[in-house]
T-cell receptor
Framework: GAGVSQSPSNKVTEKGKDVELRCDPI?????LYWYRQRLGQGLEFLIY????????KSGLPSDRFSAERTGESVSTLTIQRTQQEDSAVYLC?????????????FGEGSRLTVL | AQKITQTQPGMFVQEKEAVTLDCTYD???????LFWYKQPSSGEMIFLIY??????QNATEGRYSLNFQKARKSANLVISASQLGDSAMYFCAMRGLGYSSASKIIFGSGTRLSIRP
């Protein structure tokens, strides 16, 4: 498809398990972002990849969270030893980063529920 | 450090009226970009409008316009002739454009707009 693709769309897991969320950005988009959105709240920045530059990891809430990106393609967000407070929708977005004006194109999100 | 503030958690507006959603920001970057996004109850994020800090004119896109007041560090979204379909969460966002590269995009806490028929 032409848009940002995220999988799984829904994930229910038990506290303490590890989860992996995947994002396929729009082809050619150099920038990729992960955000967390808790129910009824705003978007919390997690991590930003821009081309071959070192990622901006300043938003990752703890060392249980990590993310990787292969070149300018797929990214995975991994949450280890999940906690109930990790329950949220995890949104991925990509952009062309045209001198900063490139708008973000969002995926539909991965809804994570930790029991 | 960058910060985006949306002080209106919720607003109710009569259909066909104009509405202004407030957004203030803080940044130390010499230039920056400001965005507005709409999130309906379906959850998708829809880009509405963009304003660059050095743009000479305020951005407009159809019924959306951005009231950019640089000295006040505000970037309010104005929706003219509101429609029932405008009911949604609205997020203001900002990206710093530093001397060598663009930085992450951060979002405000959002305003829930409800349009009354």
């Amino acid at each position: 498809g032409a848009g940002v693709s995220q999988s799984p769309s829904n994930k229910v897991t038990e506290k303490g398990k590890d989860v992996e969320l995947r994002c396929d950005p729009i082809s050619g988009h150099t920038a990729l972002y992960w955000y967390r959105q808790r129910l009824g709240q705003g978007l919390e920045f997690l991590i930003y990849f821009q081309g071959n530059s070192a990622p901006d990891k300043s938003g990752l809430p703890s060392d249980r969270f990590s993310a990787e990106r292969t070149g300018e393609s797929v990214s995975t967000l991994t949450i280890q030893r999940t906690q109930q407070e990790d329950s949220a929708v995890y949104l991925c977005a990509s952009s062309l980063d045209r001198g900063g004006a490139g708008e973000l194109f969002f995926g539909e999100g991965s809804r994570l529920t930790v029991l | 450090a960058q910060k985006i503030t949306q002080t209106q958690p919720g607003m109710f507006v009569q259909e066909k009226e104009a509405v202004t959603l407030d957004c203030t920001y803080d940044t130390s970057d010499p230039s920056y970009g400001l965005f507005w996004y709409k999130q309906p109850s379906s959850g998708e994020m829809i880009f509405l409008i963009y304003q660059g800090s050095y743009d000479q004119q305020n951005a407009t896109e159809g019924r959306y316009s951005l009231n950019f007041q640089k000295a006040r560090k505000s970037a309010n979204l104005v929706i003219s002739a509101s429609q029932l379909g405008d009911s949604a969460m609205y997020f203001c966002a900002m990206r710093g454009l530093g001397y060598s590269s663009a930085s992450k995009i951060i979002f405000g806490s959002g305003t829930r707009l409800s349009i009354r028929p």
